[in-house]
């Protein structure tokens, strides 16, 4: 069977979705083929169930790119409060959770629906189950998923990164890439929990749930949020955010103020106060939850209890040098850094300067968000530019002559 369109649309995800709505308003012909055997499966697991689907403060320092200048236009074009209205057109109760990030009150279901239900209205068509073999360009653009034979003059990639495998996450936007000779900048996980080396380990992974509030950074860049131990390293917002950065442009450690803008030691250093192991512990339970600051001193008694001893450990609390062994991968990592080189499509259209017609939008693009709904505006934003453009192009037409 061979169906024809003025668009077709690898990915029924974030991306994928809003680009095919912008593209079928406009009165285009669209096709959305999706592996998976329905749309938005990481919509409907994302923000814990009730999607961050933006952020009120999105800026484009919220996104990591080998060229941060990038992500400029598509996010000036689409921002926050484009999506915003068509939450509200759809009535979908959300709330402000903390530094502007929007959640559902309801579900991540709400925001599929509102996708599913705009995709209809543009009569855009959405094949599920359908895996294709082959991409071939002629003339225009030849999709091969076995049963069905799409062909179209433009092609979306909007197949997502590698992150989450188990719900159908796929290197296949990357191999169209390169089959079409466009350059892949290095992927890595992104917004993944560290793991502890050996050592570390044995020091702290007994302290599994213990949370604080921290600064974590790398390089120049710094996150102040919560952290948490897990049985394997750390995790919790501040670690996650600075996990995208470690070993990116750097060897530098991941560095944690484990007591920001407090002065554990102050109290030790009071006229007459007791200086030994035990007024330590007190003063560092003030700072720290209290098997962290147990375990803490244990670690790091010091030799003795001079000023020059206590000006080393009030340094050492907030200048704490990790070097994870790794991370926990692609089957923990909420996103893929790295990708499709932006040096390879027009920031405004998304289009491959390579190739006329192909264009790669959302995650499987070196744009990556920070936590808190920045990818997600990333993926409205790209589909909305690559939508638009599609929608603006004169068809091609076809000679036979
Ligand atoms: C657990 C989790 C929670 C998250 N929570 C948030 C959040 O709250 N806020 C936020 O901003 N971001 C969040 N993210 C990140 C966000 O989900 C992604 O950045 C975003 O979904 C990317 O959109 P996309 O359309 O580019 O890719 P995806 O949403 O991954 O969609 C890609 C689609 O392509 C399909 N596909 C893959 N290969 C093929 C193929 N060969 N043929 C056809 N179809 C294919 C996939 O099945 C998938 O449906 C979260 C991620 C995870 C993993």
């Known amino acids: 069977m061979n169906q024809a369109f003025d668009v077709v649309i690898l990915g029924a995800g974030a991306a994928g979705l809003m680009c095919a709505i912008e593209a079928g308003r406009r009165g285009k012909r669209v096709a959305v083929v999706e592996r998976a055997e329905r749309a938005g499966k990481k919509i409907l697991i994302s923000g814990g169930g009730r999607c961050n689907f933006t952020n009120l403060h999105c800026t484009p320092e919220n996104f990591l790119s080998s060229n941060p200048h990038f992500c400029k236009s598509a996010l000036a074009r689409y921002g926050p409060a484009d999506f915003l209205a068509l939450v509200e057109k759809y009535k979908i109760p959300y709330h402000e959770k903390t530094l502007g990030q929007l959640f559902c009150d309801r579900s991540a279901q709400d925001i599929l629906h509102l996708l599913e239900e705009e995709c209809r209205l543009a009569g855009v068509r959405i ?106 390293g750390l995790s919790g917002p501040a670690i996650l955010q600075i996990s995208s950065y470690w070993k990116w442009k750097t060897d530098d ?18 006229p007459r106060a007791r200086r ?86 959302g995650e499987v693009v070196d744009v990556t968000g920070h936590l808190g709904g920045f990818n997600f505006q990333w993926a409205w934003a790209s589909g909305v530019c690559a939508g638009q453009a599609i929608a603006d192009t004169p068809p091609i037409v076809v000679r036979s002559d």
């Open 127 to 232: 094949f599920v189950n359908t895996r294709v073999k082959q991409v071939r360009h002629n003339a225009g653009f030849e999709i091969d998923a076995g049963n069905v034979m799409f062909s179209a003059p433009a092609l979306v990639v909007a197949t997502g990164g590698l992150s989450i495998p188990k719900i159908g996450a796929t290197a296949f936007g990357y191999e169209l890439a390169e089959q079409f000779g466009l350059a892949i900048r290095q992927c890595r996980p992104g917004l993944v929990p560290l793991v502890f080396d050996s050592e570390n380990q044995q020091r702290y992974c007994d302290l599994a749930g213990v949370s604080a509030e921290v600064v974590t950074s790398c390089g120049a860049q710094r996150f102040p949020e919560m952290m948490l131990f897990t049985h394997r």
């Open 276 to 361: 030994d192991l035990q007024a330590a512990r007190s003063a560092l339970r003030k700072v720290l939850p209290v098997r962290l600051a147990d375990r803490w001193i244990e670690q790091q008694t010091p030799r003795d209890w001079s000023n020059r001893s206590l000006d080393a450990r009030e340094a050492g609390i907030h200048r704490w040098e990790v070097n994870p062994a790794g991370t926990e991968g692609y089957q923990k990592a909420e996103v893929t850094a790295g990708g499709v080189d932006t040096g390879e499509l027009s920031s405004k259209t998304m289009e491959s300067r390579k190739l006329h017609g192909l264009f790669f939008i």
């Open 253 to 270: 450690p991941v560095v944690i103020d484990l007591a920001p803008e407090q002065a554990w030691t102050s109290a030790l250093r009071a």
